[in-house]
């Protein structure tokens, strides 16, 4: 397969240049090049995150999640941030691929990219599930169709044939017409501990800022990256 119309010619001395301006002009439009401003890291994720919310187009919550099977064999999908506490909580079907590793192996990696705010934020950590309360008041913040939905996708299993999915959603709304939707006991929240984050900046000519955070058991301890 010729590739060559994916791979994208190499800068110019032009394109650096757009690239400088427009890194500098945000720098001087939104933080005046102040980008680690608390030595929290929870603290700094949130703060760039609102930020975030300003620019991005759609999803400044969406995240990347890596997980690892029994076999060692890396998965990553993309999911929503739906909580920031003491981490970062996601809701999925616990019989899904991540359900089952994560079961398996309780650990994860989450990427945040930025592109509109020209920042990424890397999260490694222990992954627990959320408490039932948690759960089932999440669940009952949802639309109704979403509440359905969870009930009839068997997320990650074959589809055994064609327009099934459709008539699961019928058959579950026909079940609870006139009621409230029960969550799926199977249906649940994780949350990501984070032990390390890195926070990284998009400078140009790939002189980026990198700012490590590693959690020692006391506090937060800070590391600067070459890029």
Not at 154 to 175: C, H, N
Request: aromatic share 12%.
């Amino acid at each position: 397969m010729d590739t060559s119309d994916l791979i994208p010619p190499s800068p110019s001395e032009d394109d650096y240049e757009q690239e400088r301006r427009a890194q500098e002009a945000f720098s001087v439009d939104e933080d005046q090049g102040k980008v680690f401003t608390s030595d929290d890291p929870l603290e700094l994720f949130a703060q760039w995150l609102e930020l975030a919310k300003k620019h991005e187009v759609n999803d400044a919550h969406a995240m990347s999640v890596a997980t690892v099977d029994g076999a060692g064999f890396p998965n990553v999908r993309v999911v929503l941030l739906k909580d920031l506490d003491e981490g970062f909580v996601f809701y999925t079907n616990s019989m899904s691929a991540k359900g089952d590793e994560l079961a398996e192996n309780p650990l994860a990696a989450l990427c945040f990219h930025w592109k509109s705010i020209r920042r990424q934020v890397r999260i490694r950590g222990l992954v627990e599930p959320v408490s039932e309360a948690e759960n089932d008041q999440y669940f009952a913040s949802r639309a109704r169709s979403a509440q359905i939905g969870a009930w009839a996708s068997q997320q990650s299993r074959p589809m055994t044939e064609e327009g099934i999915l459709q008539k699961r959603v019928e058959d579950y709304e026909a079940i609870y017409e006139g009621r409230d939707v029960r969550r799926p006991d199977w249906w649940r929240g994780y949350r990501v501990t984070p032990s390390q984050m890195e926070f990284w900046v998009n400078r140009p000519f790939r002189l980026h800022d990198r700012l490590q955070f590693d959690y020692d058991g006391e506090g937060w301890n800070k590391t600067r990256l070459y890029p």
